[in-house]
């Protein structure tokens, strides 16, 4: 018996039938897979640590004459009473020759003078740790966003080790 002569058998017919629309589904589905993680990893998602980093205006896409970026330690992304969205970011610089508070400052174009002054107090808190009461703010001109460098001792780290704290807030 043959498959042209399975008007006995139309079970089989049916059988063949689904197999070919299972593959069918198979295919069309494993293809929207690949389209959609394609698309995914394309543009992630922004995740609040991204929304952060665009808020104190040091993400990394937002120049890209940068040519290379520092990565927060620590993010804290929460809104003020008022309603508007306030950042709170850390990077903690390790020191040396390639990795130092002067290139942190290069790469993000940031002056390399300022005052002595305390941390913000919501700084203080929103963060993980145990932050310092005062830090260098740097003197630039973003509004809505202060820039505090502590460096830390050369004796006991590599020379031009610092954290560098951040609280910026906007719409």
Same mark, same amino acid.
Request: charged share 20%.
């Given at each position: 018996m043959t498959l042209a002569n399975s008007g006995d058998r139309p079970w089989m017919r049916w059988l063949l039938g689904a197999f070919l629309v299972l593959c069918v589904l198979i295919? =069309?589905?494993? =293809?929207?897979?690949? =389209?959609?993680?394609f698309l995914r990893t394309r543009n992630p998602p922004d995740t609040d640590a991204t929304r952060a980093e665009r808020l104190a205006g040091l993400r990394f896409r937002t120049d890209a004459g940068f040519g290379r970026y520092y990565i927060p330690a620590d993010v =804290?992304?929460?809104?003020?009473?008022?309603?508007?969205r306030v950042a709170y970011l850390h990077y903690g610089i390790a020191g040396g020759d390639n990795v130092?508070?002067?290139?942190?400052?290069?790469?993000?174009?940031l002056p390399r003078t300022g005052t002595l002054a305390p941390l913000p107090e919501d700084l203080r808190t929103a963060l993980p740790g145990d932050e310092p009461a005062e830090g260098v703010l740097l003197t630039e001109g973003q509004a809505g966003r202060q820039i505090f460098v502590v460096e830390r001792p050369s004796d006991t780290f590599t020379e031009g080790a610092a954290d560098v704290y951040v609280r910026a807030t906007g719409p």
């Open positions: 295919t =069309v589905g494993c =293809v929207w897979w690949g =389209v959609a993680g =804290v992304l929460s809104r003020a009473a008022d309603g508007s130092n508070v002067e290139d942190f400052l290069d790469t993000y174009r």
